[in-house]
């Protein structure tokens, strides 16, 4: 089957994808489970819900790559900053690209021999996610953190193991800057 060739704009400020083929957002409720202060998600989550981050992406039939958009607003849960959920890919042959248009950020990232990793991510920086590292991003700064991922149609997102165990590294604030700790709950 012959693909059409294609020009697609990103706004490396706010990541929108145009065209674009999908789109999802993850609220602070969908988070449940997710951060250290149950208490304090609790309290985030009593009287409203607030959006943590959307995926925007661009995807043609039959292609074998396809790409987006992350935008992760900044937030705290106590002192935990605003994550994505996590995730293994189903495909442990298959990596990905994390292309950071703006806003800072961490990339944690963890294999199953139990080897961590810290990847720092600013406008320019392009985080090589490795197969068989699963990866999460943090937005540490005060600003949209928004990057352009790209990655096989068939990886497929693991996010099961994750939301089970937790990762082994976290970032929180501390006197007033982010900080990579191991995670007190980690099974
Ligand atoms: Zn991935």
Redesign the pocket.
Known sequence: MMIDPAQVFIDGLGGDVTPRTGHYRKTLREMEGMYQDAAAWAAATAETDSLTYEVKEYRQEGADLFFGTTTMYPGKVGDEYYMTRG???IRDDMG?VYYTQSGLGVLVLEDRAGETREVAMSAGSVAF?PPGWA?RSINTGTEPLVFV?V?NVA?G?DYAEILERGMRRLVVEENGVPVVRDNPSYR
Do not use: G, L, M, Y
């Open positions: 995730h293994f890919h990905e996610i990866h991922w990655v990886a997102n």
